[in-house]
């Protein structure tokens, strides 16, 4: 019954799809963020790499032409330029913008960890590449931050996608 409520009892329902191979990862994940933006005015694609992000980045700019904006953040941007991009995007992607007036195209931010910590960002919807629990939990705060993102009913409306590399070692060797 607190205010806290909606925040921490938001609905995030996540499917896992398969892969094999860094090349089949990058694919994937950016046909599912395709996929997730025909729904969804704000969609985030994380992955672990930043050459990962650089193929998703690249194949959702061909697949999604004008259809929607597509931008990259990675920790590896100089700071001047992630600054730059932050300004333009933050009012679309901050939390507690849950409306976006004014916004007539859709936006993906195409990511890296960078996005997991100390960033106030609010998605509609993720698809993410596998990760530790830890790091899918701190990805995942970052979709309905508020619990504020519903349809007429009031049901949730945010889902996610993890994508895992199954050719990935997962275990110490």
């Known amino acids: 019954d607190s205010a806290l409520g909606p925040r921490?009892?938001?609905?995030?329902?996540?499917?896992?799809?398969?892969?094999?191979g860094r090349e089949d990862l990058a694919t994937r994940v950016a046909g599912e963020a395709k996929n997730l933006i025909e729904k969804h005015d704000?969609?985030?694609?994380?992955?672990?790499?930043?050459?990962?992000?650089?193929?998703?980045?690249?194949?959702?700019?061909?697949?999604?032409?004008?259809?929607?904006?597509?931008?990259l953040l990675t920790g590896r941007m100089r700071?001047?330029?992630?600054?730059d991009v932050l300004a333009t995007y933050r009012?679309?992607?901050?939390?507690g913008i849950r409306t976006r007036p004014g916004v007539q195209r859709k936006l993906v931010v195409v990511g890296t960890q960078c996005i997991e910590a100390g960033a106030d960002f609010d998605f509609d919807a993720m698809v993410?590449?596998?990760?530790?629990?830890?790091?899918?939990?701190?990805?995942?705060?970052?979709?309905?931050?508020?619990?504020e993102y519903k349809d007429q009913k009031g049901n949730g409306k945010a889902e996610?996608?993890?994508?895992?590399?199954k050719s990935e070692r997962t275990t110490p060797s």
Not at 91 to 95: D, K, M, Q, Y
Not at 140 to 147: A, E, K
């Open 8 to 20: 921490l009892y938001a609905k995030k329902p996540a499917r896992i799809v398969e892969v094999s």
């Open 42 to 71: 704000v969609v985030a694609a994380v992955v672990n790499r930043v050459d990962t992000a650089l193929a998703v980045f690249v194949a959702l700019k061909k697949k999604l032409s004008e259809g929607a904006e597509v931008i």
């Open 79 to 83: 700071p001047l330029d992630r600054d």
């Open 91 to 95: 009012p679309r992607i901050a939390t």
């Open 128 to 147: 993410t590449e596998s990760a530790s629990f830890d790091g899918l939990r701190q990805r995942f705060g970052r979709v309905d931050r508020l619990g």
């Open 160 to 165: 996610g996608v993890i994508v895992h590399d």
